[in-house]
């Protein structure tokens, strides 16, 4: 336990020697997509020669539709290319052999493939992508939303069900902004960043990697490489899914959508305090969105965003029950 102590003690004083040679937010966008990058080339190379797998697509008008791609190259959006333009435009997510898969991500293997709309019968799967990606999309705009002399911390991002009205992005951010109080103002200016982002239409790319490599591309942050060890821990695969959009490289606990103009109203609308945290004081930014497919009129937004200004309460994870001690056993005696 004190050894546990003692490397907590030391882990905080190299984080604060750390930060005070912190390089640019331009120099670790560069580097952490230098390794994405690298990653990226060295699965690709892992298929030198173009091998044939078969696609067969399932959904309303395509069962039976056999299409023959290029294994480790394809992705379902390029399944969707070679059906219509309604499917390139409209699917955010897909499943493969039953498996949630994001648009962008190569098909590795012989499988069947259905691609996934809002306005699917059953959009719950994504749903809760569009809800993640967004809460994404918010982390990117929070990065860049303050002088350089600050530094932003992106913690991990909760994942939080549509029904609680709002998706979230936990941050803390630097010392000298805890006495920050965010105005109409600072919400506004939030919105229009991620509303830029979302004109420019952007891919998120995934990439599943080794944890070696994610400690690399986090290399500038203690805070993330915790967070990828803990995901890793949970995977069955040992392994984690990083996302780049544009210059931006996160973590994510699952897929995303396909890109972000896949975004139509979108709303930063309220920054709440959760109090002191290990990397300083967290605060909650949340906000609202509804997918291009799915337009609100003005009086349904309005209400809708009354909503979202609500702080959002996670339930705590439960803790494991210690077990009982076994009740102790009386011997038998003969009488």
């Known amino acids: 336990m004190a050894s546990r102590t003692v490397c907590g003690v030391f882990q905080r004083r190299f984080a604060s020697a750390a ?28 298929f030198p020669r173009i091998e044939k797998v078969e696609v067969s697509v399932q959904g309303p008008g395509l069962d039976g539709t056999l299409l023959v791609m290029n294994r480790g190259m394809s992705t379902p959006l390029s399944c969707a290319r070679h059906l219509t333009e309604y499917h390139v435009t409209n699917s955010a997510l897909a499943l493969v052999d039953g498996e949630p898969w994001p648009l962008n991500q190569p098909l590795t293997r012989p499988c069947s493939l259905s691609l996934l709309t809002f306005t699917d019968s059953d959009p719950t799967l994504v749903n809760q992508a569009y809800w993640r990606s967004c809460a994404a999309l918010l982390g990117q705009v929070l990065e860049t939303a303050f002088k350089d002399d600050f530094a932003v911390e992106l913690l991990s991002t909760p994942d939080v069900p549509v029904a609680s009205g709002a998706f979230c992005c936990d941050v803390a951010l630097d010392p000298q902004l805890d006495s920050w109080t965010p105005s109409e103002e600072s919400l506004r200016s939030l919105t229009r960043g991620a509303l830029q982002l979302i004109h420019q239409d952007l891919a998120w790319e995934p990439l599943e990697v080794s944890v070696p490599v994610a400690l690399e591309v986090f290399s500038h942050s203690r805070c993330k490489q915790e967070e990828v060890e803990d995901k890793a821990s949970q995977s069955a695969k040992g392994t984690v899914t990083l ?45 609202l969105s509804l997918p291009l497919q799915l337009q609100a009129h003005h009086t349904v937004w309005r209400r809708l965003r009354e909503r979202a200004q609500k702080r959002v309460d996670l339930p705590e994870p439960e803790k494991p029950t210690p077990a009982s001690p076994p009740e102790s056993v009386q011997p038998v005696t003969n009488q």
């Open 19 to 46: 930060a005070a040679v912190r390089p640019s937010l331009a120099e670790i966008r560069g580097q952490r997509n230098a390794v994405f990058s690298r990653e990226q080339a060295r699965q690709r190379a892992l």
């Open 243 to 287: 996302y780049r959009c544009g210059d931006h490289v996160l973590l994510s606990g699952g897929p995303l959508v396909a890109r972000t103009g896949l975004c139509s109203q979108y709303e930063v609308t309220a920054v709440h305090s959760l109090g002191p945290g290990p990397w300083g004081l967290q605060r909650r930014v949340q906000g």
